[in-house]
């Protein structure tokens, strides 16, 4: 993933060009993590050890939590009660769109920001960051204003945005659809919403992360864009795609796990939103002083031109408009 100068350590052509041990560096610096969870909600999370559907539903039925006093855990509740009623109805073994599978689910991951400032917001919505950084040149008003790219889920506040979710109904990690998403569309969304952030707060570019998901069918796959060193910007992924469980037996190892990483993920978009809100720099008041930007923006292809009437093939299509 060297495009638009996002980096990914873990890529195979980087072998040719560092040794183990730089790559293992680059990788490793102030690397993103996956917070632990609380005790109070590791407590409750490792009541269910059961793999019994009937013994399950009785267990989280046995508890209630206040969704004001205690926002994490209604919400794990909620989640977990809707997860065992896919289960139930064997919801996940019948035919589905992308969208449905979003709705159903997925649902617990827009779930867990309801208690929050940031939004998560769906229905194909485009990144006002990759619509800034695609029209950034633009200074001719009767020239039409550049689409941004368009994302399944968009994780904002009411000033800039934090993440996105990439979502496909095929259960093909490895599908031309996956990829492109996983390691091209999702990394360089994460990165103009970067360029935005660190536009309104310059000096915590090291500390700014930027968060992303990417769903096949079953499979869920996490990524964070940084830039450790406040130049190029650096894509990491875990090394392997999670599971939602498909039967009782599986659910409480899966479906916790994905839990963990999404509550997780939801802490550190809040931090990042406080870095930003409480280190904001103001724009200079001097019409003679141009604004530097550290991180080069993304590379957006020119849009192909078609003849009216001609189907489009896949390879004449412009990224944003493909994906």
Same mark, same amino acid.
């Given at each position: 993933?060297?495009?638009?100068?996002?980096?990914?350590?873990?890529?195979?052509?980087?072998?040719?060009?560092?040794?183990?041990?730089?790559?293992?560096?680059?990788?490793?610096?102030?690397?993103?993590?996956?917070?632990?969870?609380?005790?109070?909600?590791?407590?409750?999370?490792?009541?269910?050890?059961?793999?019994?559907?009937?013994?399950?539903?009785?267990?989280?039925?046995?508890?209630?939590?206040?969704?004001?006093?205690?926002?994490?855990?209604?919400?794990?509740?909620?989640?977990?009660?809707?997860?065992?009623?896919?289960?139930?109805?064997?919801?996940?073994?019948?035919?589905?769109?992308?969208?449905?599978?979003?709705?159903?689910?997925?649902?617990?991951?827009?779930?867990?920001?309801? &208690?929050? @400032?940031?939004?998560?917001? *769906?229905?194909?919505?485009?990144?006002? $960051?990759?619509? #800034?950084?695609?029209? !950034?040149?633009?200074?001719?008003?009767?020239?039409?204003?550049?689409?941004?790219?368009?994302?399944?889920?968009?994780?904002?506040?009411?000033?800039?945005?934090?993440? &996105?979710? @990439?979502?496909?109904?095929? *259960?093909?990690?490895?599908?031309?659809? $996956?990829?492109? #998403?996983?390691?091209? !569309?999702?990394?360089?969304?994460?990165?103009?919403?970067?360029?935005?952030?660190?536009?309104?707060?310059?000096?915590?570019?090291?500390?700014?992360?930027?968060?992303?998901?990417?769903?096949?069918?079953?499979?869920?796959?996490?990524?964070?864009?940084? $830039?450790?060193?406040?130049?190029?910007?650096?894509?990491?992924?875990?090394?392997?795609?999670?599971?939602?469980?498909?039967?009782?037996?599986?659910?409480?190892?899966?479906?916790?796990?994905?839990?963990?990483?999404?509550?997780?993920?939801?802490?550190?978009?809040?931090?990042?939103?406080?870095?930003?809100?409480?280190?904001?720099?103001?724009?200079?008041?001097?019409?003679?002083?141009?604004?530097?930007?550290?991180?080069?923006?993304?590379?957006?292809?020119?849009?192909?031109?078609?003849?009216?009437?001609?189907?489009?093939?896949?390879?004449?299509?412009?990224?944003?408009?493909?994906?």
């Amino acid at each position: 993933a060297s495009h638009s100068l996002i980096m990914d350590p873990s890529d195979v052509a980087y072998q040719e060009h560092f040794n183990e041990a730089e790559l293992e560096e680059i990788k490793t610096f102030n690397a993103p993590e996956v917070l632990p969870l609380p005790d109070k909600i590791a407590e409750f999370v490792n009541k269910f050890k059961g793999t019994d559907l009937k013994e399950l539903e009785a267990l989280v039925w046995s508890f209630k939590f206040d969704p004001v006093e205690e926002p994490d855990l209604r919400w794990i509740h909620v989640s977990i009660i809707n997860a065992l009623d896919l289960l139930h109805y064997e919801y996940t073994n019948k035919e589905h769109s992308g969208a449905d599978l979003l709705k159903r689910v997925w649902s617990f991951i827009d779930g867990c920001f309801d &208690a929050t @400032e940031i939004l998560a917001r *769906s229905s194909e919505k485009t990144s006002e $960051s990759n619509s #800034e950084s695609v029209n !950034k040149s633009r200074t001719d008003g009767s020239a039409r204003k550049k689409i941004g790219t368009k994302v399944d889920l968009l994780f904002s506040t009411k000033l800039f945005e934090l993440g &996105a979710l @990439e979502a496909g109904k095929e *259960s093909d990690r490895s599908s031309t659809k $996956s990829v492109a #998403e996983l390691h091209l !569309k999702c990394p360089k969304t994460l990165k103009s919403i970067i360029i935005e952030l660190t536009r309104i707060s310059p000096c915590k570019i090291r500390e700014i992360k930027t968060f992303g998901f990417v769903i096949a069918g079953m499979y869920l796959q996490s990524v964070v864009v940084d $830039s450790p060193a406040g130049y190029v910007c650096r894509f990491n992924s875990l090394p392997d795609w999670l599971d939602y469980p498909l039967c009782p037996a599986t659910f409480t190892g899966n479906f916790f796990q994905l839990i963990h990483l999404i509550w997780s993920a939801k802490q550190q978009m809040q931090r990042v939103q406080e870095l930003v809100n409480s280190h904001r720099t103001l724009a200079a008041l001097s019409y003679t002083v141009k604004r530097t930007e550290v991180i080069p923006p993304c590379f957006m292809p020119a849009p192909a031109t078609h003849s009216k009437g001609k189907k489009r093939v896949r390879s004449e299509v412009d990224y944003n408009d493909d994906m």
